[in-house]
């Protein structure tokens, strides 16, 4: 069974840092698309970025040029780099397997707070 683990969330100030890491379990990790989505109170699930099992990489228009999604397929990792971060961002974050190859099912991380002070 798929299993994903997200953690590197917690309380930053306006301006900072934070990478976020998705550990994942149970699937051929290397042939998925992986992508990390955020949901802040009261609002739906967004995209925030995605990545395909080639490296090709897509990203919200609203963190553009501040995140950076990247992989490591050795480690079964995808990662979240979170530069200068703003209260909007404040989420939780989610990893997701799109449409894991094997059985054609998408499969969610449980989740990691992301706070950014003002």
């Known amino acids: 069974q798929v299993q994903l683990v997200e953690s590197g969330g917690g309380l930053v100030q306006a301006g900072g840092s934070l990478r976020l890491s998705c550990a994942a379990s149970?699937?051929?990790?290397?042939?998925?698309?992986m992508g990390w989505y955020r949901q802040a109170p009261g609002q739906q699930r967004e995209l925030v970025a995605t990545?395909?099992?080639?490296?090709?990489?897509n990203y919200a228009d609203s963190v553009k040029g501040r995140f950076s999604i990247s992989r490591d397929n050795a480690k079964k990792t995808v990662y979240l780099q979170m530069n200068n971060l703003k209260p909007e961002d404040t989420a939780v974050y989610y990893c997701?397997?799109?449409?894991?190859?094997?059985?054609?099912?998408?499969?969610w991380g449980q989740g990691t707070q992301v706070t950014v002070s003002s």
């Open positions: 997701r397997v799109i449409q894991d190859i094997t059985t054609k099912r998408d499969y």
């Open positions: 149970g699937s051929i990790f290397s042939f998925n698309d």
């Open positions: 990545i395909s099992s080639g490296g090709s990489t």
